[in-house]
């Protein structure tokens, strides 16, 4: 299974993503309609990009009460079901990263659903901070992160500094 991840410390806040992924969507560069969102921190320069992450128990498939949000248990996606959704908002007041928003009229939710796939944010992303990979190479990521930090304290324990 395939995810998106994303590397804040890569992006560089030019928002091509949100451009590839509204245009995708909706044939218009509107970064309204996008299902990501760049958030800038000007005191320290710091761009941190934020997408849905097709949660394990999805909050707003629960709270939907017409099963308008359904994971799909192949490919891990909360899939949206447009002609289901009556409009309640409920979904956005659930998700706890507050990716599924009202498109720019106010009249529908859109939310992430991997371009079931085929992710376009990807694929315009030059710094690689929004890459699709297997959950796998996310873990070895992780775990090659940790290993580094714990590395770089070993070293600063051997010259006597305490980190």
Request: charged share 25%; glycine share 6%; proline share 6%.
């Amino acid at each position: 299974m395939k995810v998106l991840m994303l590397d804040p410390v890569k992006c560089t806040g030019c928002r091509a993503c949100m451009d590839a992924c509204s245009f995708q969507k909706t044939g218009v560069f509107n970064p309204f309609d996008s299902r990501i969102k760049i958030f800038t921190f000007l005191e320290d320069l710091t761009f941190i990009p934020t997408v849905c992450t097709q949660c394990e128990k999805p909050y707003c498939a629960e709270v939907c009460p017409t099963a308008a949000l359904v994971k799909n248990p192949e490919t891990g996606i909360v899939e949206f079901i447009k002609d289901k959704c009556i409009g309640c908002k409920q979904c956005v007041v659930a998700c706890p990263w507050g990716s599924i928003k009202m498109d720019h009229s106010g009249k529908e939710i859109i939310k992430c659903d991997n371009c079931f796939g085929d992710p376009a944010c990807t694929k315009v992303c030059k710094p690689e901070a929004i890459t699709y990979v297997e959950v796998e190479d996310v873990v070895s990521f992780k775990q090659r992160g940790v290993a580094q930090a714990y590395r770089e304290i070993g070293k600063e324990m051997a010259k006597g500094v305490n980190p």
